[in-house]
């Protein structure tokens, strides 16, 4: 666990405006409970300030999601590894092409707003604002989603994700890849808004296969963390 747990709970400040299922899980995402973290009942319902039954219920819920699993002593924040990400990217690849010629069937003219607008917000992105530029790149991606008015498709790519934020590195950071990616975002939203389904898939599946391979760059050159 990233801080040490006390009568309190973790020690650590919980937004009362979330479910305890979002809370846990934002805690897993952004670092705050480590890889390998006990989950036990009766200390995350009190960091949550509720009762037992929702915090169990939140659990199954984030086990269901890979997010957590069981060790021998109980639920366990789910552990990380290099090969457990490359199956993340050989699947997202997969699917993110799949639901970008989706999109290129399926896309109104308020999605060709909305992406436009989003291209316009990536081009105007400080430099060394990493922050923004990760939080926008995944706007832009979950744009391209819901262009393809498939729920079932965003809702699996949306469930891929949590598993590729617990990964503290980003491609993004890599020099040169910022800006060759907003050059593949201009490719993708061309081909979909052109409705060009071949061309859109391919367009996706190449921009998250180099994407990939610069994730396995920084994995080799250990700048990614487990």
């Keep these: 666990m990233a801080r040490r ?3 309190e709970g973790f020690g650590i400040k919980s937004d009362k ?14 670092g705050t409970l480590a890889p390998g973290s006990p989950l036990v009942e009766s200390q995350v319902a009190t960091w949550c300030g509720i009762s037992r039954t929702p915090v169990r219920e939140a659990l199954t819920r984030l086990e269901q999601d890979g997010l957590v699993e069981r060790g021998d002593r109980g639920l366990v924040v789910r552990r990380r590894s290099p090969e457990e990400i490359l199956d993340i990217y050989e699947t997202r690849c997969v699917l993110e092409a799949t639901v ?3 999109a290129a069937e399926r896309h109104t003219s308020f999605d060709r707003i909305r992406l436009e607008r989003l291209l316009r917000l990536c081009d105007e992105a400080e430099t060394g604002d990493s922050a923004a ?44 890849r910022w800006e060759a990616s907003l050059a593949e975002h201009r490719r993708l939203v061309e081909a979909v808004l052109a409705r060009d389904p071949d061309r859109a898939a391919e367009a996706a599946r190449e921009h998250f296969t180099r994407a990939r391979d610069i994730r396995l760059l920084l994995l080799e050159q250990g700048q990614d963390s487990f």
């Design 100 to 102: 970008a010629r989706v």
């Design 17 to 30: 405006k979330l479910s305890p299922y979002e809370r846990i899980q934002q805690a897993i995402t952004d």
């Design 133 to 176: 530029r990760q939080r926008l790149n995944r706007e832009f991606h979950h744009g391209i989603w819901l262009a393809s008015h498939n729920e079932s498709l965003v809702d699996l790519l949306s469930r891929l994700n949590l598993h590729l934020v617990r990964y503290p590195a980003t491609t993004l950071g890599h020099p040169g």
């Design 5 to 7: 747990a006390n009568q």
